[in-house]
């Protein structure tokens, strides 16, 4: 079946440094979506990625899809305290039925 | 407010017992999924419903059920409770069928048990 991984699995870093988080489909994707967990709170839809080679900005956030839509990754510039969570990716199927699958998450730390 | 509705937001009950948790899916939205997140872990699909009828199946124990009544909202049964039923359980929702549009998560349901 569809699996999707992404790492790193865990990621300190301090306040002000570049952080990247990649996630990896075993099949070819339709689109790709992205999540963002707070400690102690739920998942938020952040982005979705559609088109091979697509790149998306938010802010500081830059999102891309693989060309072959199997990975794509999650960069964050000048990373803030509130930047802290954890990043899911969540890799929709082709097909009639859509089947999504999360990445098992990368926890980001940031150091003040 | 996400729009999505989960209660209770917190349960504790003893091993052997049946829990029932309660989704309120956004308005409009049609599919209801539930998930199941153990401590620091990934997100564990359970099972989906659409406009009432059940949709996709994933991980879910047979000890465990759900359903989507006419108004749309769903209820999650969990029965003969074992230490690693121990969870935060989500529900989320989306307006279609598939994850087009992304889903919409409730805030959760920690469910210890004891």
């Known amino acids: 079946g569809q699996q999707v991984m992404q790492i790193p699995q865990y990621q300190h870093v301090q306040e002000g440094e570049d952080f990247t988080t990649y996630c990896n489909s075993s099949t070819t994707l339709s689109n790709i979506q992205w999540y963002k967990q707070r400690p102690g709170g739920h998942p938020v839809f952040l982005i979705q990625?559609?088109?091979?080679?697509e790149v998306k900005k938010q802010k500081r956030l830059t999102f891309q899809f693989g060309e072959a839509k199997k990975n794509s990754s999650l960069h964050i510039t000048a990373t803030q305290t509130t930047d802290v969570g954890t990043y899911f990716c969540?890799?929709?199927?082709?097909?009639?039925?859509?089947?999504?699958?999360f990445g098992t998450g990368t926890k980001l730390q940031v150091i003040p | 407010d996400s729009g999505v509705t989960q209660t209770p937001k917190h349960l504790i009950t003893a091993t052997g017992q049946r829990v029932t948790l309660r989704c309120s899916p956004r308005?409009?939205?049609?599919?209801v999924y539930w998930y199941q997140q153990s401590l620091d872990q990934g997100l564990q699909f359970l099972i989906q419903?659409?406009?009432?009828?059940?949709?996709a199946k994933g991980n879910i124990l047979e000890r465990f059920s759900a359903q989507q009544f006419p108004d749309l909202h769903s209820e999650l049964n969990l029965s003969s409770l074992e230490l690693g039923d121990s969870a935060l359980y989500f529900c989320?929702?989306?307006?279609?069928?598939?994850?087009?549009?992304?889903?919409?998560f409730g805030s959760g349901t920690r469910l210890t048990v004891v």
């Open positions: 308005s409009g939205d049609l599919s």
């Open positions: 990625l559609v088109k091979s080679g």
């Open positions: 969540a890799g929709v199927g082709s097909g009639g039925y859509q089947k999504v699958t």
């Open positions: 989320a929702s989306s307006v279609e069928q598939g994850a087009g549009y992304g889903y919409t």
């Open positions: 419903y659409y406009n009432g009828e059940e949709r």
